[in-house]
């Protein structure tokens, strides 16, 4: 299975990752019983599973139990959510801050995948229906990048 | 703050000791209570991070004040993780402002190099999320994760970070007490082995033994504690509102300034907890002592150099002082201590009045900023 299907048709189908939503606004994930702002509490909710990298790294001296090198993303979702999960080892050299992924889950644990230019254009277009968010998310990619100081 | 001021300072050598945790504990407390010149105190205050796991000691604040001949003195032990000596010395101060003691000893140490790295590694990632530890986070991987973002933010190079530890080893060849004494090259930083990209060997701190004390008291004597502030955040990284300064930093700074009655500015020499170097660069912004983005300036134009115009861990700081992990927050103090009153040898720097530390918990969640002054 490709990564494009898999991340790409968990998207069109609405599925993703499971959060939880506060009243004041606070989302997270995975899901929390209380919120981490205001302890307030949290609904089930479910994120479409993709995102951009806001930083990442490859271990070199991974704890025991996993196999170097190991890398690990904070991945922010759209809508804001910053996500932790591990990254596929041959696609470190892709890795950029701000480089759109897919995020797909095996075994209960999260990984993400590097999509290239076709890959997000591909994506774009079968997502339709929450085009508007979409825009503005590769919008804000976009600007992003120059504005900083 | 009823006025406390720090009436003695005792550390203990850093590095790979043979001694045992209670015997480092005991040697620093001897030192500060010698050169307190007191024999008596009303209240021992122990910092130690784990030492249960670490030598399988527990109950260690009347396990200590019975090995060193004060099993009836009061004694309880703080805990807030890599910053606990930091923590340990605020609840001494807690206790003296609130009448419960007039004079205390805080000790703090940490014996670490008893076991294997990657057990150690093991223990201190348990100051990290569960969620994220899950996923094989452990401190280096969540600070590199940290120093990318703030590298990427501020248009910093690989070089631009290497001269961190550079200066920080320089300082440290100046102290007979620090775990590493040599100098080292930016080239020696960027030719050592990944750890977590982008941080390599010698931009993290090393695994150490040591200990350091203090005596306070109520009673007038010439370094006064000024002002401490603590500042908490989520454990998980996730949860941050950012990635590229420490909350906790800022509002333990935000109270410990107000609590002195002083600014950022009034700032002549600080030791600043750079566990991971590039963190001494965030920790510098987060105290106000830098503009978000500009620590980097001061470090290339050798500000932050013992010759400079504020000096940044002229002790060596952690990466070359080294870092038994609850020690650490003490010995920064013990440092400035040492600073203040122009004692500090080959690595003096020029006539301070007023000094500042900064200890971080966890990844930066339990962090202290303790200001001191020599009236």
Known sequence: ?149 | MPAIYVAGVGCTRFGRLEASLLALLAEAAQQALHDAGVEEVDLIVVGAMNPEEFTGDGTLAPLFASFLGKAHTPAFRVETGTSSGAGAFAAACAAIAAGFARTALVVAGEKMTGLATPRVAEILSRMIDPTERRYGATMPALAAIVTRAYARAHHLDAKDLAMIPVKNHRNGARNPLAHFQAEITVEDVLGSRLIADPLRLYEVCPISDGAAAAVLTAERRPVRVAGIGQGSDHVALRHRRSLTSFRATQEAARRAYAMAGVGPRAVQVAEVHDAFTPFELINMEDLGLAEAGKAVRALVKGETSLEGRLPVNPSGGLKARGHPVAASGLAQIVEIVWQLRGEAGGRQVREPRVGLAQSIGGLSSANWVTILARD
């Open chain 1, 1 to 149: 299975m490709g990564e494009r299907d898999t991340g790409g048709g968990m998207a069109a189908r609405g599925t993703g990752i499971p959060a939880s939503r506060c009243a004041c606004g606070t989302v997270t994930a995975p899901p929390a019983p209380h919120c981490p702002e205001c302890g307030g509490p949290m609904a089930l909710d479910t994120l479409p599973a993709l995102g951009e990298i806001l930083s990442y790294t490859i271990l070199h001296s991974p704890p025991t139990g996993f196999a170097a090198p190991l890398p690990i993303a904070l991945v922010q979702l759209m809508g804001g959510v910053k996500f932790l999960c591990h990254g596929h080892g041959e696609q470190a050299g892709r890795y950029r801050i701000g480089r759109q992924v897919a995020i797909e889950e095996v075994d209960g644990i999260y990984y993400f995948s590097t999509m290239t230019l076709r890959e997000r254009i591909a994506l774009f277009w079968r997502r339709r229906g929450e085009m508007e968010e979409k825009v503005r998310s590769i919008l804000r990619s976009a600007f992003r990048r120059p504005r900083r100081p």
